[in-house]
DNA sequence: CGCTTAATTGACACGCCTCAATAAAGGTGG
DNA sequence: CCACCTTTATTGAGGCGTGTCAATTAAGCG
């Protein structure tokens, strides 16, 4: 079987508070703006935007929202890694991507959100009401248009997974998993040629369509082969990046 | 191996002109107006529609546009069945979506067209240039916000197809995909429990993330079963929508 | 009708999944 | 900081679903 049938009891996660109530936040001293859609309002218009702001903090494990949920409120994340997924009933569950600092959270369609949303690690996050977001859009169309342009390239991010998920080998998967993980976190500012994984094997593996132990042993091949190495816990190294980039599948 | 590595002969496209150029459209008897972003404007503005609209058509197997491709239309489909696919340097192929009238086309990042698309059966677009309707879109608010509602959708509805594509088996993955293509067309005034399959097994095979040996082998299976009937060449009917439904796996 | 393309089916191979055991990592309380 | 326990990660052995290769049939088309 291809497909990974198996119903694992899950880590369960937690419901309720976020560990600290909305506050106001200030976007000027924002340090991920430029990454999101709020770097489409102007410097002297930001208290717009602050004013709309709540900063909400959500402990590891705990849910952000779930999967149909009324769609009410978009986020930005400003620290920590989220992950989207879905669940069938039976148990199986395709995680459709992870969040990092400065990625936008909460694309929804009319029939709520689109996927469940949960803390990997402690989680900070700007949320704003979708009623007011669409309020300021009136006044500040740049505002609106870098947010069309994120889903776009949400979508051609998609649909670059659904490549990967219906046509690439374990390998091509994990090297692609790492490449692009490393080199958002290059974006964000972090070292070159290193990652962090926050999230569990099983998390991997259900965002490559594999299985833990696939993941595992992928993952040691790619160890023994000197291609990347574990510098400490979830910390990795890419030891060369045009191994992996080869191995990834060409695009 | 799970993965369709094999570099097969693909039929060739054609490229160039579209059978006839481009002609000036009628909005106001478009049949199937309501299915697209068009539906958000009033009808007695359809005019300012119909003069950024140009009617296209291809040919069979001819190509629309390519991944890449600078983004400066953007199309509905309003006959005919278009294909959307990514191909890697070696040959893989992913389809990641097929296109039926009222269907949207043309969604795009910064980079261009996220996906090539071509056409599978004769095709009849509706062609509006970008900055057109970027144009219109500063007078009818409600036409760009029909247009967003539609890119979410887009994005759900690959949301669910990395699901299928990462998690379900051969025949919860046919049987989902006979089901979609059912409802669609059931929407559009095809006959209930009929489906018409213009598309040749590799397409489906690329789309599902299968080879197209498994596809008619799942299918022949289908038929021995007694779930569904090959009624003419690309005509079926699915003669039992419970059976199924449950088959496709549970959301 | 003849030729090309598409679809089907069989036999076999193999990559990934399943099951199982063990090791390593992470918390928690003392 | 150390025992203890739970969770997570790793590795091995074997099975199976789907891929590969190949032959045949059916469909499409000039």
Same mark, same amino acid.
Do not use: I, N
């Given at each position: 079987m291809t497909t990974g049938l198996k119903k694992r009891p899950r880590t369960k996660t937690k419901r309720g508070s976020s560990s600290t109530p909305c506050s106001v936040h200030d976007c000027s001293a924002c340090k991920i703006r430029d990454l999101t859609f709020c770097a489409g309002i102007e410097a002297n218009e930001l208290s717009d935007l602050s004013s709309i702001s709540r900063r909400m903090l959500f402990a590891k494990r705990h849910i952000i929202f779930q999967e149909g949920d009324e769609a009410n409120a978009v986020f930005n994340v400003t620290?920590?890694?989220?992950?989207l997924f879905k669940m069938t009933q039976d148990g199986r569950r395709q995680v459709t991507g992870f969040l990092l600092p400065g990625d936008f959270l909460g694309l929804a369609s009319r029939s709520g959100y689109a996927t469940s949303a949960e803390a990997i690690t402690e989680v900070e996050l700007c949320r704003f009401e979708s009623d007011k977001l669409e309020t300021l859009f009136e006044r500040n169309r740049q505002l609106e248009r870098r947010l069309f342009e994120i889903v776009d390239d949400e979508l051609a991010v998609a649909q670059d997974q659904m490549l990967l998920l219906g046509r690439k080998t374990a390998r091509e998967r994990m090297a692609s998993f790492l490449i692009n993980l490393s080199e958002r976190e290059e974006i964000r500012g972090g070292r070159d040629g290193a990652v962090y994984l926050p999230m569990v094997r099983e998390d991997i593996?259900?965002?490559?369509g594999l299985t833990i132990e696939?993941?595992? $042993?992928?993952?040691?091949?790619?160890? $023994?082969e000197g291609l990347i190495r574990q510098s400490a816990g979830h910390e990795f190294e890419l030891l060369s990046n045009q191994g992996l980039l080869e191995m990834s599948g060409p695009t």
């Open positions: 620290r920590g890694t989220v992950r593996a259900d965002y490559l696939t993941v595992c $042993r992928t993952l040691s091949q790619l160890k $023994r």
